[in-house]
C-alpha cells in the first residue's frame, strides 16, 4: 500500500479529517509562533480558483462554431441552432445555458481559449486527468502536480509557507494531485466549520510529546499520518476564524459549485493568505441523452461563476482573483447513436476575473481538417499554466513545467495588486515579446531597478515610429505592455524600450 492510499485508508479510522498535509516534518499547533513568508513567496494578495469540469466537458456545444456547416453536418441532433446562439464574434457564440457570462464576455472579464489540449492525446478519463494536473506529457506519468511543484520552489523544506492560512485549499474529500510536490501541499475541506469542530476534538487527544515512531516503513506512514493530523490543526483555526469574518454579500444558486463557490469568496475575503483554491462540478461525461445534462451542467456553471464574481466586486476582492475552468478532454466532432458524445481531444478552456484580459484567444480549430475524427489543438494546455505561472502567481514557469512553452496574454497589464518587493530587478532589461510571431496582439515585458523616464516605442521596418506604448515616469518593479496591432499589415517589426540611459531594441514578426 502506498502511502496516499495509507492515509486514505487510517485517517477516517482515527477520526481525523481526509487532510492532505503541507510538509512532511512537525509544525507547531494553534497558538504557537509562526514565521514570515519565506523570501521566495511572493506576499501580493493575488489568489487563483481553479474550476475543475470533471468528465470531458463538449467544447464544440459550449462555444459552438455556428459557421461552420461541419459542425451541423456531424451533428444534426445535437447541434445547437443557429438561432439560440448567442454570438460572440462572426465565428463562435456561447450555448445559451450560458448566456449569464455574456456581460462578464462583453465587459472583458472572461476569456476563452480556443483548442486547448495536448500532443499525442489520451481519452482516458484517469489517465487525461494526471496528464493535466501534473502538467506532463502524454509520454510522461508524472508523480506530482504542476501546482505541488510551484510550491515546493516557494517553500523550501524547513519553511512555513502561510501566514494565515495554508497555501492551497481544496473544497471536497480530498486534495488534487496538482498540490502533490514533495509533500501534498494543501488542504482539503467541504465545510470550515465542521472542519474546525472535528480538528478541535482530535486537539484534545494530542500528545505533545510523542513517543518516536518505529524505523519500519510502516513506522513511517505513522510518522506521516501524524504530521497530516499536525497540519489540520495548524490551519484550523486560520481558516474558521476568515470564514467567519465576512459573509456573502450576493445570493448565489442552490447548486454545488456555487456553494463551493460561495465558501471561497468568504475565506478570500477574510483573509487568508491562502494563494490557491480549487473547486469542482462533475457530470460532463454525457455518452448519451447528452442535451438536457449538458444545460443544466452549463447552466450550473455560468450562474455560479456569475455570483462568485458579483460576490468578489461586493466584497472589495475582486481585483486579486483570476479563475481557470478546465477539463480533461473535449468530445468527439461527431455525436453518436445515442445522442451522446464520446471521448475527444482538443476543448476550449474558460478565464474569469478582472485580472482576466477578456475576449477570444486563437481562433476556432476546423471541423474538416480533422486527426482521427477529432479536433487538432490550437493551444499546449502548458502554455495557459506557463502564463498564469508567469503572470499571475509569479512562478518560474520553465522550472516547474519542466520545459519552456509560450505563454499568452491572459492577465491584463494594471491591476489594483501590488507587485511584491522582492520581483524588483537588479538590473535593467527588456524581454522577448509573447507570442512571437503574433496576431492581432502580443505581450512586451521589461524591469527597471529603479524610478525612470520610459519610452516604449514600436517602430516598422523603416525605422519610423508606429506606436508610443509608454512615455513618462515608471517605478521601479517589472511592467509588462500589450500592443494591439489595430489593423497595421504583417512583417517585421522593432520595439525600443529607452530607460534612463539604458536603451535596447528587439525583433518581433506580425502575421495574419
Known amino acids: 500500500m502506498n502511502r496516499r492510499d495509507f492515509i486514505q485508508v487510517m485517517l477516517p479510522l482515527a477520526g481525523v479529517p481526509v487532510v492532505w498535509p503541507m510538509w512532511s516534518f512537525a509544525k507547531p499547533l494553534p497558538g504557537s509562533s509562526r514565521s514570515k513568508y519565506p523570501v521566495n513567496f511572493p506576499d501580493d494578495g ?50 445559451p ?92 475541506l467541504q465545510n470550515p466549520l465542521q472542519f474546525y469542530q472535528l480538528v478541535q476534538r482530535q486537539t484534545s487527544g494530542h500528545n505533545p510529546n510523542p513517543q518516536p515512531e518505529p524505523l519500519t516503513p510502516a513506522g513511517k506512514e505513522l510518522e506521516f499520518l501524524r504530521d497530516t493530523a499536525a497540519s489540520a490543526f495548524q490551519f484550523a483555526g486560520d481558516i474558521v476564524k ?36 480549487i473547486v469542482s462540478i462533475r457530470g460532463f461525461d454525457t455518452h448519451a441523452a447528452q442535451l438536457g445534462t449538458h444545460q443544466q451542467l452549463l447552466d450550473e456553471l455560468a450562474t455560479s461563476i456569475t455570483a462568485f464574481y458579483q460576490d468578489l466586486i461586493a466584497l472589495g476582492v475582486a481585483d486579486r482573483v483570476a479563475g481557470l475552468c478546465f477539463s480533461e478532454f473535449g468530445r468527439r466532432v461527431k455525436e453518436n447513436a445515442s445522442l451522446g458524445t464520446d471521448h475527444g481531444t482538443a476543448a476550449p478552456l474558460f478565464l474569469f476575473g ?48 519542466g520545459g519552456t512553452f509560450a505563454t499568452l496574454p491572459l492577465i491584463k497589464t494594471a491591476t489594483k495588486v501590488e507587485d511584491r518587493p ?77 530607460a534612463g540611459s539604458f536603451e535596447e531594441t528587439r525583433r518581433m514578426s506580425l502575421v495574419r
Not at 115 to 143: A, C, E, K, M, Q
Not at 158 to 177: M, V
Not at 359 to 383: C, I, M
Not at 453 to 480: C, F, K, S, W, Y
Request: net charge negative; aromatic share 10%; charged share 15%.
Open 422 to 498: 522582492t520581483q524588483i530587478p537588479e538590473s535593467y532589461f527588456l524581454s522577448q515579446n509573447y507570442p512571437n510571431p503574433f496576431n492581432p496582439q502580443t505581450t512586451i515585458s521589461y524591469g527597471l531597478p529603479r524610478t525612470a523616464n520610459v519610452q516604449l516605442l514600436i517602430l516598422n521596418n523603416l525605422g519610423q515610429e508606429v506606436a508610443r506604448l509608454v512615455d513618462g515616469e515608471q517605478p521601479a518593479g517589472r511592467h509588462t505592455v500589450i500592443w494591439q496591432t489595430n489593423g497595421h499589415a504583417s512583417g517585421t517589426y522593432f520595439y525600443r524600450l529607452r
Open 242 to 277: 476568515a470564514y467567519e469574518a465576512e459573509q456573502n454579500l450576493v445570493q448565489y444558486p442552490n447548486e454545488s459549485l456555487a456553494a463551493q463557490l460561495a465558501i471561497v469568496a468568504r475565506m478570500i475575503a477574510g483573509g487568508l493568505s491562502t494563494r490557491v483554491y
Open 46 to 95: 493575488r489568489v487563483l480558483v481553479l474550476v475543475q469540469l470533471a468528465g470531458g466537458n463538449d467544447g464544440l456545444n459550449s462555444i459552438v462554431p455556428y459557421v461552420q456547416e461541419a459542425y451541423y453536418t456531424a451533428r444534426p441532433q445535437l447541434a445547437i441552432r443557429q438561432t439560440e446562439v448567442i454570438k460572440l464574434n462572426h465565428e463562435a457564440g456561447f450555448h
Open 97 to 188: 445555458a450560458l448566456q449569464p457570462l455574456q456581460p462578464m464576455f462583453n465587459n472583458g472579464t472572461f476569456s476563452v481559449v480556443h483548442g486547448v489540449g495536448y500532443p499525442n492525446p489520451d481519452r482516458s478519463h484517469f489517465r487525461s486527468t494526471d496528464i493535466w494536473l501534473t502538467g506532463s506529457g502524454s509520454d510522461n506519468v508524472g508523480n506530482t502536480g504542476w501546482l505541488g511543484r510551484y510550491f515546493d520552489l516557494l517553500c523550501p523544506p524547513g519553511e512555513e509557507c502561510g501566514t494565515f492560512g495554508p497555501p492551497a485549499i481544496q473544497i471536497g474529500l480530498s486534495s488534487s494531485l496538482a498540490l502533490l510536490g514533495r509533500d501534498q501541499k494543501g488542504i482539503a
Open 354 to 401: 478582472n485580472p482576466i484580459n477578456g475576449g477570444f484567444f486563437g481562433a476556432h480549430p476546423s471541423l474538416t481538417d480533422l486527426e482521427n475524427g477529432d479536433l487538432k489543438h490550437v493551444f499546449d494546455y502548458r502554455q495557459i499554466y506557463a502564463s498564469l505561472l508567469e503572470q499571475w502567481l509569479i512562478g518560474d514557469s520553465a522550472q516547474i513545467l
